[in-house]
C-alpha cells in the first residue's frame, strides 16, 4: 500500500491523489478530505465497484447522493485519513476526470421530457402544482419514481386528492373578515398556521441538505416538522440544522425589537425494529435530542407494491442512518421503500402501545394510520394523546378509502373521540380550501409530505414560498366563508353529499352478515 497514512491534514495534490486508483491501493475525495480505502474497500456494504469508479478522483457529488455527511468520518479511523485536496492543483494537472472516458450526462428529469427543460424561477410558482411541475423537470427518474410512486393501480393517491373536489364550501356573507388569523396548537405547541411537515424518506434524494433544509424552513414559519425513521441524516444532525435555525430566528426577533419567537415542535416518526431494542436505542436519542412527541406508524407492517418505483434499479451505494438499512435490487424490482423497510416489525399489536410508553417516557404518543372509526376508538381507549389519519399517501393499501372520507367517518361513527383527542390528516391536500374543508371536519392539522418535496426542488426558500402560497389561499377561504379565526370552522361550512354514501355507518357491512371462522 502506499502513500503515508496520517492524520496532519497534510497537502494532496489531485496528481498525487488520481496514482491510487486500484482495490489495493485505493484513494478518493470526500468533502476536501482524501482518504485510504484500501483496506476498507472489501468490506463495504455497497461493494467494491462503487468505490473503484471514484477511485483517485473526487468523489464528494457521488457521496453526497446518498450518505450524510458525518458517515464517512464517523466510520473510518482517523488512520485512513490522508489529508486535505489541494484543489488549487486542478487548474495545472490534468485530474482522473478528465483523463477517464466521458460518461453519459444523467438527465435530471423525467423519462420523456424534452431535453434542456429548466427548472422555472421560484417567482413565477403561484400554487402548488406549480412546484411539482417544476420538480418533474428537476429530479432524477429514481428520485420522481420513488416520490411519486403509490401501490398497484394508484386510486388512493387519486382518490386522496379527487375527493376534496366533491365536498361544497358553502359561504357565509356580510360578517367582517378584515382581520383573520390562521395560528393553532399541536399538542399544546402553537404553531403558525395548521400545516406540518409530514415524515418523508430520504430527502437527500431531493435536495443535498434534504431534512435538514426542511427542518430550517419550518423553523422560519413556525410550523412543526415530523422527522422520519427513514430520514437521510442521523437524527442529531437533523436537530442540530434545526436549532441552529431557531437561533437565527431568535436573534433575528430580537434584532427587530420583537418577542414573537416561540420554539416550534419538531416531533419524531417511527417505524419499530424487529429488533427492540434499536428501537428503544433511537427512542433514547430522540428524547434527548428534544422532540416533542413520537408519531407511531401502524399503517404500514409491510410496505405496499410501488411499480413506478420497483421499475427502475436503486443505487446501491444508499443507505439509511437510523434504520441501518441499504437499498439494492433484487427479482421484485428496485424499489427503495420495500427493500428500505425490511426492518419493520409487522407482529406490533394494541398491546405495544404499553411499551412505547416506556420506552419514551413524558413523550405524547400519536397513532399515524387510523383509517377506521373502529381504530379510532380503540386508540382513545388505549389513552394516546392523538391520531393520524393517513393512507401513506396511497401507498401501502390500494383502494384504502381517501382520508377526507375517514374524517367523515369519525364524524358519523364516534364523533366523541374529537373531544378526547386532536386528529390529524394528510393526503391530496394541495390547496388552502383543502386544509379549510379538514379542519371543518374536525381535523386539528394537515400534514403534507409530497408537496414539501416539491418545494424542496428551491431549498428553504422553496419551502417558505410553498407554505406562504397555502396560508394566503386558506385566509382567503376562510374570509369568503365569513370566519376569522380557526376556532370558528365548523362542518355546517361545508356541504358533503355527492360523497355521503361512500361514507360506513357501522363496523359490519351493510347486508352482508356472515363472519370468518379464524379468530380475529
Known amino acids: 500500500m502506499s502513500g503515508e497514512k496520517t492524520s496532519n491534514g497534510r497537502p494532496v495534490s489531485v496528481e498525487e491523489m488520481s496514482t491510487h486508483r486500484s482495490i489495493d491501493d485505493l484513494w478518493l475525495a470526500v468533502d476536501g478530505i482524501v482518504y485510504d480505502l484500501s483496506g476498507f474497500a472489501p468490506q463495504h456494504p455497497g461493494g467494491v465497484d462503487v468505490l473503484l469508479k471514484h477511485a483517485g478522483r473526487d468523489a464528494t457529488a457521488a457521496y453526497s447522493e446518498v450518505h450524510a455527511p458525518s458517515l464517512i468520518s464517523a466510520s473510518l479511523p482517523a488512520s485512513c485519513r490522508i489529508g486535505v485536496l489541494n484543489k488549487s492543483t486542478t487548474t495545472t494537472t490534468t485530474t482522473t476526470e478528465e483523463r477517464a472516458p466521458p460518461r453519459p450526462a444523467t438527465k435530471r428529469r423525467r423519462p420523456g421530457k424534452a431535453s434542456g427543460a429548466a427548472k422555472p424561477p421560484l417567482s413565477s410558482i403561484l400554487n402548488a402544482h406549480d412546484f411539482r411541475l417544476a420538480a418533474q423537470q428537476s429530479y432524477t427518474p429514481k428520485a420522481w419514481a420513488f416520490m411519486t410512486s403509490a401501490a398497484t393501480d394508484c386510486l388512493t393517491m387519486g382518490r386522496n386528492s379527487s375527493t376534496y373536489d366533491d365536498i361544497v364550501l358553502r359561504p357565509r356573507v356580510l360578517r367582517d373578515v378584515s382581520a383573520v388569523d390562521v395560528g393553532t396548537t399541536m399538542l399544546g405547541h402553537r404553531i403558525s398556521?395548521?400545516?406540518?411537515?409530514?415524515?418523508?424518506?430520504?430527502?437527500?434524494?431531493?435536495?443535498?441538505?434534504?431534512?435538514?433544509?426542511?427542518?430550517?424552513g419550518a423553523q422560519r414559519l413556525g410550523i412543526p416538522q415530523c422527522v422520519s425513521t427513514s430520514c437521510s441524516f442521523p437524527l442529531p444532525e437533523v436537530m442540530d440544522a434545526v436549532e441552529e435555525e431557531a437561533k437565527a430566528e431568535k436573534s433575528k426577533s430580537a434584532d427587530n425589537g420583537t418577542n414573537s419567537n416561540v420554539p416550534v415542535p419538531v416531533f419524531f416518526q417511527l417505524y419499530v425494529n424487529k429488533d427492540r431494542r434499536k428501537s428503544e436505542d433511537l427512542l433514547r436519542l430522540v428524547r434527548e435530542r428534544g422532540v416533542k412527541a413520537i408519531f407511531l406508524t401502524i399503517d404500514a407492517p409491510v410496505i405496499g407494491k410501488r411499480e413506478a418505483d420497483e421499475r427502475l434499479k436503486a443505487d446501491e451505494s444508499l443507505e439509511l442512518p437510523m434504520s441501518g438499512m441499504r437499498a439494492k435490487n433484487d427479482t421484485k424490482g428496485g424499489s427503495l421503500g420495500r427493500i428500505m423497510g425490511h426492518f419493520i416489525d409487522a407482529s406490533l399489536t394494541w398491546d405495544d402501545i404499553a411499551w412505547l410508553r416506556g420506552a419514551a417516557p413524558g413523550l405524547p404518543i400519536v397513532l399515524k394510520g387510523v383509517q377506521t372509526a373502529m381504530d379510532a376508538v380503540k386508540a382513545m381507549e388505549a389513552g394516546v394523546e392523538a391520531i393520524y389519519i393517513t393512507n401513506h399517501g396511497g401507498r401501502s393499501l390500494d383502494t384504502?378509502?381517501?382520508?377526507i372520507l375517514v374524517l367523515l367517518e369519525l364524524q358519523r361513527c364516534c364523533p366523541q373521540i374529537f373531544d378526547k383527542m386532536e386528529v390529524y390528516v394528510d393526503g391530496g391536500i394541495t390547496r388552502g380550501t383543502d386544509i379549510f374543508k379538514a379542519l371543518c371536519l374536525g381535523a386539528k392539522a394537515v400534514g403534507i409530505g409530497r408537496g414539501f418535496l416539491f418545494a424542496l426542488n428551491y431549498?428553504?426558500?422553496g419551502i417558505e414560498h410553498f407554505v406562504n402560497i397555502l396560508t394566503d389561499e386558506l385566509q382567503t377561504t376562510?374570509?369568503?366563508?365569513?370566519?376569522?379565526?380557526?376556532d370558528q370552522v365548523h362542518p355546517?361550512?361545508?356541504h358533503t353529499g355527492a360523497v355521503d354514501h361512500l361514507v360506513p355507518g357501522a363496523?359490519?357491512?351493510p347486508y352482508a352478515k356472515w363472519r370468518p371462522r379464524g379468530r380475529l
Do not use: Y
Not at 406540518?196 to 441538505?209: D, K
Not at 376562510?478 to 380557526?486: D, E, H, K, R
Open 193 to 216: 398556521t395548521p400545516i406540518f411537515i409530514a415524515p418523508t424518506s430520504m430527502g437527500r434524494l431531493f435536495h443535498p441538505e434534504g431534512e435538514r433544509e426542511l427542518g430550517r
Open 478 to 486: 376562510m374570509q369568503q366563508c365569513g370566519i376569522t379565526s380557526l
Open 507 to 509: 363496523e359490519e357491512h
Open 400 to 403: 384504502a378509502p381517501a382520508t
Open 459 to 461: 431549498g428553504r426558500e
Open 492 to 494: 355546517g361550512l361545508l
